[in-house]
């Protein structure tokens, strides 16, 4: 009996034994830029704040900004818990600057059918092949080697190899990285990296932690909406039709005073697009060209061209979205499809939204008395010392006139005078 109150009373103890440990999880796919780079940073500051166990960074990515990537890498090589980069799911990259976060991590991981490397530093809106150029290139890239050697020194990974990546763009797949000390391990799975990490060694500044991970409760942290919109506004395409959506705004408030939501809506968009030139590499030229165009459009519309600014400004058009990034970047390119469908909304946009606008402020005004010049009406009675009655727009009215006037001639008014209209014989002069 005391054997069984025993064994009762253990049970009961473990069910009052502290809860399982907390890991934190994230998710970056696409494009590094200033969005992901606080969210990482963010993230990290809460997870230590909160006490979890550890973070895990599921990241595919083709790379993105220099800068943003710096933020990164310092924040994990900070970090007072450990940081496990997890490159997933199948088919996922740590390109470019991937592969710098990639080694910055406590833990590196990646999933079978991944890649990383290609860290060679891409030029943001340096063009040509001039000296001043190349020599930038040259500290550029010379700055990337020494930051990429100090982080896999750092973290006892194979720093020839991470040399190779930025100056010869080295990539190599998953099972390669491992046997070349680029990872620490290949996990098809969250919960096989759960398994993995379990009591592994994790140095973290002067102390080394073990982890603890087979049976921690995973909490994944979403990116707030704040981020979220800054990251999809920094994509290339969604820039580029912000900046389109922004310009028709303006252009339809200034044709139409008054209509304040079309203007309203083009500020925002222009405002959205400025703060998408500081995370890309924009080619001013793209941008000039593209207002270029629109000029002409414009002045298709009043001026007629039989066709020669609409072909001008179509094709100064489709070269500002082609120029607008710099196009020796991959990920920084505009699909052509994307580019036609705008190019064809936008001559749509000034033919008929424009040219509406143009031709309504052209029209005689449609009340008051300004609208009676030049109309007709009909004379009701015999006009004697040049004064009479017509019949006008439905309605009698006394009428003047130096032409002799019989009943049912048509008459045209020439202008009028208080409720007097001032007319003539319809034939005369």
């Given at each position: 009996m005391k054997r069984i109150l025993c064994l009762a009373w253990l049970i009961f103890l473990c069910g009052l034994a502290p809860a399982q440990?907390?890991?934190?999880?994230?998710?970056?796919?696409?494009?590094?830029?200033?969005?992901?780079?606080?969210?990482?940073r963010k993230t990290i500051d809460q997870s230590e704040q909160d006490g979890a166990h550890c973070l895990i960074i599921q990241l595919d990515t083709p790379g993105g900004l220099v800068k943003s990537m710096r933020e990164i890498t310092k924040g994990i090589l900070g970090s007072r818990i450990p940081v496990i980069v997890y490159v997933s799911p199948p088919g996922a990259q740590a390109a470019s600057a991937g592969t710098f976060i990639t080694l910055a991590a406590h833990v590196a991981v990646m999933a079978p059918g991944t890649n990383i490397g290609a860290a060679s530093v891409v030029s943001l809106g340096m063009t040509g092949a001039d000296s001043v150029n190349t020599t930038m290139m040259h500290k550029a890239t010379n700055d990337a080697v020494a930051f990429i050697k100090s982080i896999a020194e750092e973290r006892g990974r194979n720093v020839e190899w991470a040399e190779k990546a930025v100056t010869e763009a080295?990539?190599?797949?998953?099972?390669?990285?491992?046997?070349?000390?680029?990872?620490?391990?290949?996990?098809?799975?969250?919960?096989?990296l759960l398994i993995l990490l379990d009591g592994r060694q994790v140095k973290l500044g002067e102390?080394?932690?073990?982890?603890?991970?087979?049976?921690?409760?995973?909490?994944?942290?979403?990116?707030?909406?704040?981020?979220?919109?800054?990251?999809?506004?920094?994509?290339?395409?969604?820039a580029y039709i912000l900046f389109i959506l922004g310009l028709y705004g303006l252009m339809f408030e200034i044709y139409n005073p008054g209509s304040i939501v079309p203007g309203v809506v083009g500020g925002i968009c222009?405002?959205?697009?400025?703060?998408?030139?500081?995370?890309?590499?924009?080619?001013?030229?793209?941008?000039?060209?593209?207002?270029?165009?629109?000029?002409?459009?414009?002045?298709?519309?009043?001026?007629?061209?039989?066709?020669v600014l609409t072909i001008g400004g179509t094709i100064s058009f489709v070269l500002g979205s082609v120029m607008l990034y710099d196009s020796s970047v991959p990920f920084m390119k505009i699909s052509w499809e994307v580019i036609?469908?705008?190019?064809?909304?936008?001559?749509?946009?000034?033919?008929?939204?424009?040219?509406?606008?143009?031709?309504?402020q052209r029209r005689k005004p449609a009340i008051?008395?300004?609208?009676?010049?030049?109309?007709?009406?009909?004379?009701?009675?015999?006009?004697?010392?040049?004064?009479?009655?017509?019949?006008?727009?439905?309605e009698i009215w006394?009428?003047?006139s130096p032409d002799p006037?019989?009943?049912?001639?048509?008459?045209?008014?020439?202008?009028?005078?208080?409720?007097?209209?001032h007319v003539r014989r319809l034939d005369a002069g």
């Open positions: 440990s907390t890991i934190h999880l994230i998710r970056i796919n696409g494009v590094i830029n200033p969005a992901s780079a606080e969210y990482i080295a990539s190599i797949t998953a099972r390669e990285a491992l046997e070349q000390n680029v990872i620490d391990l290949i996990a098809p799975s969250l919960d096989s102390r080394t932690v073990a982890l603890a991970t087979q049976h921690a409760q995973i909490t994944e942290i979403e990116m707030p909406l704040r981020f979220k919109i800054l990251d999809v506004i920094s994509d290339p395409s969604i222009i405002i959205l697009f400025f703060y998408s030139m500081s995370t890309l590499p924009v080619n001013y030229a793209g941008i000039l060209l593209i207002l270029l165009a629109i000029i002409l459009f414009v002045l298709e519309i009043k001026i007629p061209s039989y066709g036609l469908a705008i190019t064809i909304t936008t001559i749509l946009f000034f033919s008929l939204a424009i040219g509406l606008g143009l031709r309504a008051g008395r300004e609208q009676f010049i030049a109309e007709e009406g009909e004379v009701l009675e015999k006009f004697h010392n040049g004064q009479g009655q017509i019949l006008f727009q439905g006394l009428a003047q006037l019989r009943k049912g001639e048509r008459v045209k008014v020439e202008r009028v005078d208080g409720l007097i209209l």
